[in-house]
């Protein structure tokens, strides 16, 4: 039997001017038109032709036609107030639930699947959308759910591309919210790009990669054991600058770029100075190129005292031979 209800739905209780016997052998459409409160029941189809919510929408302890507002946009969407949703709206005070009796305990909604056998039938939310610009899009709002804090959204302006707004304090946005997006785990969070495995690091991009500045933390506050390096300069004499092409045809799936590079060698570099090496955990090396700066400036130094060393000798030389010139002139 398929029960269309006309008007608004709210709540529950069975207060019906129509007693229905659901024991029919017989296709039938039955059109019932209620006020508050709702009949409550079982039923195989349920159509709605306007709008319907469930529970106490505006938590004033009583369910009625005002739990039917919703908050929308009025004064040019600068504000927001209160009003009526558009026909065929569904408003869930509690949890919904789809495809599982027993909703996780805190998720307001739940989506399980239940075929797990079925590839095109996914444990998925698919969101579309006809209009331009910000579209298909998930809003975080603010503690009073009248102000945007957040939006993950899809542009259409920009090649339908994926992008995070935080802290949104444009038309209906609340500002003043925190900017920092943050990954956490129990151990070590990790990011991925390009590559399912992160290879050990906390962030890992299989390509390239590009920022206007960065920043290394260096607060001696931060350190112990600071040491000198040292005698670096005998070592360097050893390490050697080279070009080479990566293997991009034995390692498609590194994102190597292709033509000629400069650079160093990982082992040759480890002979000297292994605290500038790192094995990931497929066994590859990988050296810190930007920490070679501070053995260069020690390097510098050192070549700069033996400069500064031979200059004095040669002045010594100079002066004595001034002397001997003076001296075979008398």
């Known amino acids: 039997m398929r029960i269309m209800m ?30 508050y409160p709702s009949p409550a029941g079982s ?54 639930t789809v495809g599982t009796r027993v909703p996780f305990w805190n998720a307001p909604v739940h989506i399980h699947n239940i075929e797990p056998n079925t590839s095109n039938k996914t444990c998925a939310l698919a969101l579309s959308d006809v209009n331009a610009g910000w579209n298909s899009a998930i809003y975080w709002l603010n503690s009073s ?13 920009h090649n ?10 444009g038309v209906g946005g609340a500002g003043g919210a925190s900017e920092t997006f943050s990954i956490l785990a129990p151990t070590s969070a990790s990011v991925a790009i390009n590559t399912w495995s992160s290879s050990g690091y906390n962030l890992y991009v299989n390509g390239t990669a590009f920022c206007t ?36 045809d034995e390692f498609p799936d590194k994102g190597f770029k ?19 090496i790192n094995t990931d955990n497929q066994g590859y090396e990988t050296l810190a190129y930007e920490k070679f700066t501070a053995v260069l400036l020690e390097a510098v130094k050192e070549q700069q005292r033996e400069i500064e060393t031979m200059k004095a000798d040669f002045q010594k030389q100079i002066e004595s031979l001034k002397q001997e010139i003076s001296a075979l002139k008398k």
């Open 213 to 248: 500045s960065s920043w290394s933390s260096s607060d001696t506050r931060l350190k112990k054991n600071v040491q000198p390096l040292g005698n670096v300069l005998e070592k360097i004499k050893n390490i050697n600058g080279v070009t080479y092409e990566w293997k991009t």
């Open 160 to 169: 339908d591309g994926l992008f995070l707004n935080m802290n949104f304090n």
């Open 43 to 96: 039923y195989n189809d349920l159509t709605v032709a306007n709008r319907m919510v469930i529970g106490d929408a505006n938590s004033d302890s009583v369910v009625n036609a005002n739990d039917m507002m919703i908050y929308g946009w009025s004064g040019g969407g600068s504000t927001w107030v209160p009003g009526d949703p558009v026909p065929g709206s569904l408003v869930v005070t509690n949890r919904l």
């Open 6 to 35: 006309k008007g608004i739905m709210c709540g529950a209780g069975i207060a019906c001017c129509i007693s229905l016997l659901c024991s029919f052998s017989y296709a039938e459409d039955v059109t019932i038109t209620t006020y």
């Open 145 to 157: 759910g009248d102000r945007l804090r957040h939006i993950l959204a899809q542009d259409t302006g």
């Open 258 to 276: 292709k033509g000629k590079q400069v650079g160093m060698i990982a082992q040759n570099v480890e002979k000297y100075f292994p605290e500038l």
